[in-house]
């Protein structure tokens, strides 16, 4: 019974199994990512980001159609150029990075849509916005393991210097000038990861699997590493639970994925032990010896 | 006895407005300097030129025989994000960073460093301590405690004792005293001029120009104190222009 309901759709159909590959990739370099992000305080800053890939994938879309290939390297490019443009426009101007990154990624869209809607119908965008895990073909799959491949080595590569230029910026800077080489590899790694998981899962969808996870590992754990590890757990999970509802519900899956991590972000919201919800409502005596 | 640090004619300032104001001097290699002012005199400024985080806007500012690596620098108000998730231990073992780098781990002898300096600063058992649980003080002092392992020979502290109550401040106080022993040059921005005497023998008394350098005795007189006080008010009234130079 319950191996007809948990396994069995992904014994039966390989389309399952690719799809479970993919969002397994996903949540394995994304969600890691995504605590990162929160504990430097730019929980938007990946939505922005999936934002502002779009003009790329449309200018790949608008060469070469719906291929992998050419949207991949377009959303990656514009990507690339939104991060380190905001960033550098951050650094010698006097906006901060929040609203140089806003007036980027809006121009970025709005150029995006613009491009979309030159050739192709209003299907084709939704496939843009919103994926399509169940149609994951190899090329795909192997884009989507390498990028979780660089993302652990990157994210392995940096962390020490993340973590310094998150807690004490100033310190890192008096220290060393690895400030800005890491944020911008940082913000390297997220574009590939949303970019990667916009074939997956669609631009807006790709966001919830790197922020969801994280921000319900922040509630969970006060440790960075139990962070990183209980985030991409969950996204894990969540991609699994979706597959098997949106498998069983007859409901599209990058939506359900997001939802079931939504689910687990409320449970974490309510009964997280390190910031929950009911943790605030009952005081709790100090330590004792 | 050799300088450590040298200005030259040196003008450091923001949007061109400058804040240190045509400095000359020098500062000798393990001295152990109080730089006083009123507010507005370019004190944190002077720190940050020194330190490399502010260009000059003229002349300039020479290290001898120190690279700027070597110096160790603690900001005014050091900004800190205390809600990440860290613990006091592995923010003082970010003070080896000039020596492990990205990927050095750290050493038996890394880890009892770290360990002799958190308790040098007093704070022995708080080690696995998530810094948001710490005071004002206590932060403080694990600031200090990454001073010590950063094994500086210059050290920089802006207005360290400010806020801190003074059983801290004599206990880092201390360590002020033990770098100097070490032959380690110490410049540090105080306002409080009792501790200054009690705790500084040379003084360099600052309003966007030297007033005065040398001994703190010599140095804090009150015809300095107001000259200072003077110069300030002057140079505010009429800050536009540069009189110098013209």
């Not at chain 2, 231990?89 to 000039?98: A, E, I, Q, T, Y």
């Amino acid at each position: 019974m319950f191996s007809e309901l948990l396994i069995s759709p992904f014994v039966e159909f390989a389309f399952m199994r690719r799809a479970l590959v993919g969002a397994t990739a996903l949540a394995l370099a994304g969600s890691p990512l995504g605590v990162f992000l929160i504990l430097r305080r730019m929980s938007l800053t990946g939505d922005a980001m999936a934002h502002a890939i779009l003009p790329g994938a449309a200018i790949g879309y608008l060469f070469a159609g719906l291929s992998l290939g050419p949207m991949t390297i377009g959303g990656l490019a514009a990507g690339l150029i939104v991060a380190v443009g905001s960033g550098v426009v951050a650094r010698a101007t006097i906006l901060r990075e929040d609203a140089s990154l806003a007036a980027f990624y809006l121009i970025s869209l709005a150029l995006g849509v613009t491009l979309v809607s030159i050739r192709g119908s209003n299907i084709d965008l939704l496939h843009v916005l919103f994926g399509s895990v169940l149609a994951l073909d190899d090329a795909t799959l192997i884009l989507l393991a390498a990028i979780a491949s660089v993302t652990m080595a990157g994210l392995a590569l940096l962390y020490r210097p993340l973590v310094m230029e998150t807690v004490d910026p100033g310190f890192l800077a008096s220290v060393s000038r690895a400030s800005g080489p890491t944020q911008i590899a940082f913000l390297t790694l997220v574009v590939l990861n949303l970019v990667g998981g916009f074939q997956a899962l669609g631009t807006l969808l790709a966001v919830g699997m790197m922020m969801l996870p994280a921000a319900s590992a922040r509630l969970i754990s006060r440790d960075m590493t139990a962070m990183i590890a209980i985030a991409a757990a969950l996204g894990w999970l969540a991609g699994y639970v979706g597959l098997v509802i949106s498998f069983h519900a007859s409901l599209p899956s990058g939506p359900v994925i997001i939802l079931t991590a939504g689910a687990l972000y409320l449970l974490a919201l309510i009964f997280g032990p390190a910031g929950g919800l009911l943790r605030g409502l009952k005081p709790r005596s100090h330590l004792e010896a | 006895m050799t300088a450590a640090i040298r200005f030259d004619d040196l003008t450091l300032g923001y949007d061109r407005h400058p804040a240190v104001h045509h400095l000359d001097g020098e500062v000798e290699a393990g001295t152990l300097l109080a730089i006083c002012g009123p507010n507005g005199a370019g004190k944190s400024t002077l720190l940050k030129g020194i330190v490399g985080a502010l260009a000059p806007l003229s002349g300039a500012i020479s290290l001898s025989r120190v690279k700027p690596r070597d110096i160790a620098y603690l900001p005014q108000a050091a900004d800190i994000d205390r809600s990440f998730p860290i613990d006091v231990f592995d923010v003082v073992g970010m003070g080896l960073w000039k020596r492990i780098g990205l990927f050095g781990g750290f050493s038996a002898r890394d880890e009892e460093k770290i360990h002799d300096a958190i308790a040098a600063v007093g704070l022995r058992g708080f080690k696995r301590r998530p810094i948001a649980t710490l005071s004002g003080g206590q932060l403080q002092r694990m600031l200090f405690a990454r001073l010590l392992i950063q094994d500086a020979a210059v050290i920089l502290l802006d207005e360290p004792f400010t806020a801190i109550d003074s059983k801290t401040t004599s206990d880092l106080l201390d360590l002020v005293a033990r770098w100097r022993a070490e032959k380690r040059t110490v410049l540090a921005v105080l306002h409080d001029l009792d501790l200054v005497r009690r705790h500084f023998p040379q003084t360099l008394l600052l309003a966007r120009q030297t007033i005065a350098q040398g001994r703190t005795e010599a140095v804090l007189t009150p015809e300095n104190l107001l000259k200072a006080k003077a110069m300030i008010e002057s140079f505010d009234r009429q800050a536009h222009a540069c009189e110098r130079a013209a």
